[in-house]
């Protein structure tokens, strides 16, 4: 039988990747020998689609400058971060207590802002900015550690982050219906599919070539659910997972 992976958390590339992998031990196996050719032939279909898709988003122009826009505010809110936790260690008790303060509503959003996905760090770097500018105590240390201009900085890049996201969203919606969500969730049941006349086979009808299949796509299977189960050791996500 066939291993269960989560294939929806992988992200875009990964998912191709891993599809294109899993066709190509079957092709390398013979889908005729198998008795899938069909389930096969939509899978490579599915594929083309889904790789022509995933092409047009990474050459979409807005693509490239979300990547630099969210490279500008990981700088910002990491640097504020670090500011803050120095201050923490200031000689001058004032300055000490100002900085807990902020450290204090850092901690509440967790110390991986930086590493969410693009919709994610968004709304938490959005929080952050409203906290400091509508919260009396902390916007009051703010200004006493002098930290307007890197809360202003954090703010224009995620503003600006904010603009430019919507905006490959609205041209990606005008540009091709066929989205790349949709067609991942259209190639999930043709993998489905494909893995579930294997697996019928392999009990009803087992062959050395089957076998074979099954082994080597557990193989595949069990290096992807490791790169998973590392992700979410570190706790590190991607923008980019099932949706574009």
Sequence with gaps: ????????????????????????????????????????????????????????????????????????????????????????????????????????????????????????ETATITSIVNDWDSQANLNNAMQVLNLKSWKDELKAANDLFDERYLARTQEYGAANPDTLKARREETNGVYYTLRDFLNSYSIVQPTPANTKTLNEINALIEQYNTLLANRLATGETDEETPTP
């Design 1 to 120: 039988m066939i291993n269960a992976i989560n294939i929806s958390i992988l992200r875009n590339a990964e998912y191709l990747q891993f599809m294109k992998d899993v066709a190509s031990l079957v092709q390398t196996n013979d889908p005729a020998v198998l008795n899938i050719t069909a389930q096969h032939g939509a899978l490579t279909t599915s594929i083309t689609i889904l790789e022509g898709l995933f092409k047009t988003q990474l050459a979409n122009e807005i693509t490239q400058e979300l990547v630099l826009i969210d490279e500008r505010r990981d700088k910002a809110i990491n640097g504020l971060s670090f500011v803050v936790t120095g201050y923490m260690y200031h000689f001058d008790p004032t300055f000490a207590s100002a900085a807990g303060l902020l450290n204090d509503n850092l901690k509440l959003y967790g110390s991986g802002v930086a590493k969410q996905n693009y919709q994610a």
